[in-house]
């Protein structure tokens, strides 16, 4: 049973930066797409980042330059660096987990939420 845990959400001002970190258990690891998805209020869910075993990575347009995902195989962890935060990137950020086959079972975090407000 994979599990997932996210922490460093929070409240941050616009222009700001913060970083979001996931956990991973129960897993070989390094064989799973990370991912960071959001969902900002009223909206439904977005693929934020990706980061897959043969090294491919996503990022979504809006957040091309500001956000950066990194992936540490040894320690089992991902993180999501936010730069010059917009109001707009408010939403609760989760992580999720999978292996890269046609119909992959998806694991999420519970979830941490960053609100970017003054």
């Known amino acids: 049973q994979v599990q997932l845990v996210e922490s460093g959400g929070g409240l941050v001002q616009p222009g700001g930066s913060i970083t979001l970190h996931c956990a991973a258990s129960?897993?070989?690891?390094?064989?799973?797409?990370m991912g960071w998805y959001r969902r900002p209020p009223g909206k439904g869910r977005e693929l934020v980042a990706e980061?897959?075993?043969?090294?491919?990575?996503y990022l979504l347009d809006s957040v091309k330059g500001r956000f950066s995902m990194l992936r540490d195989n040894a320690n089992r962890t991902v993180s999501l660096q936010m730069n010059n935060v917009k109001p707009e990137d408010t939403a609760i950020y989760y992580c999720n987990s999978h292996l890269p086959v046609a119909a992959p079972l998806d694991y999420w975090g519970q979830g941490t939420q960053v609100i970017v407000s003054s």
């Open positions: 129960g897993t070989v690891f390094s064989r799973h797409v």
């Open positions: 980061n897959r075993p043969d090294g491919k990575m």
